[in-house]
Structures are given as structure tokens and as C-alpha cells.
Nanobody, 125 residues
Framework: EVQLVESGGGLVQAGGSLRLSCAAS????????MAWFRQAPGKEREGVAA???????TYADSVKGRFTISQDNARNTMSLQMNSLKPEDTAMYYC???????????????????WGQGTQVTVSS
């Protein structure tokens, strides 16, 4: 059974940092596309960053230079280091996985088969 469990969310002041983690199990982690999405109240879910099946790393323009996605295949864990956080980064953050998402389609949430339950990130001004 595929499981994705996010952790690391919380409340932080603007300009601060958080590190999210996604613990994966039930599939060959190193062979999958892994991504972070987020959804703020009243808004559509949007892609934040991904490591695609072709091993390319991509980011949303809104987080480039501030967020870093990484993957530890030995521990089956994906992380998202978030620096210089802004109030507009406030959202529920989700980990997603799929066997066949390539970099050119990384932000299409309908392509991902597996999702975690989410972890809340709140950035105060």
C-alpha cells in the first residue's frame, strides 16, 4: 500500500524558514516523480516543486530562489526547505507521487496518483 506522510508544517513569521518532509512507503521511491503542491483557502491547488521521473527539478516561479526540493532515496524521504517565507505562502502543503510524470507536466495535479494528507503552513506578517 502506497503511503505518503507529510510533516514539518507550522506557524512562522514572515522571513522565517520551515522544512517539510514527506515519508514515502509502499513503492520504489527512487523511480517515481515526487512533488509538493499547496492549496490556500478559496484557491485552487498549485504546484510548488517537483523532482520528475526524468530526474529534473522544477519550481513554481513564486518560490524560485526561496524553496529547495530534495530527495533522500536511502530514507525514502522527500523534503522541501522553505526560506524567506511570505504570508502568501500560507497554505496546506501536500506531497504527491506518480510513476510517470515528466518535467514538462510536473504541475498538473491530476496526473499524480498518490497524495498525502497535508501539513499546514501559516506565515504571519
Amino acid at each position: 500500500e502506497v503511503q505518503l506522510v507529510e510533516s514539518g508544517g507550522g506557524l512562522v513569521q514572515a522571513g522565517g524558514s520551515l522544512r517539510l518532509s514527506c515519508a514515502a512507503s509502499g513503492f520504489t521511491f527512487s523511480s517515481y516523480s515526487m512533488a509538493w503542491f499547496r492549496q490556500a483557502p478559496g484557491k485552487e491547488r498549485e504546484g510548488v516543486a517537483a523532482i520528475s521521473v526524468d530526474r529534473r527539478t522544477t519550481y513554481a516561479d513564486s518560490v524560485k530562489g526561496r524553496f529547495t526540493i530534495s530527495q533522500d532515496n536511502a530514507r525514502n524521504t522527500m523534503s522541501l526547505q522553505m526560506n524567506s517565507l511570505k504570508p502568501e505562502d500560507t497554505a496546506m502543503y501536500y506531497c504527491a507521487a506518480d510513476r510517470w510524470v515528466y518535467a514538462d507536466a510536473w504541475s498538473r495535479d491530476n496526473l499524480y496518483d498518490y497524495w498525502g494528507q497535508g501539513t499546514q503552513v501559516t506565515v504571519s506578517s
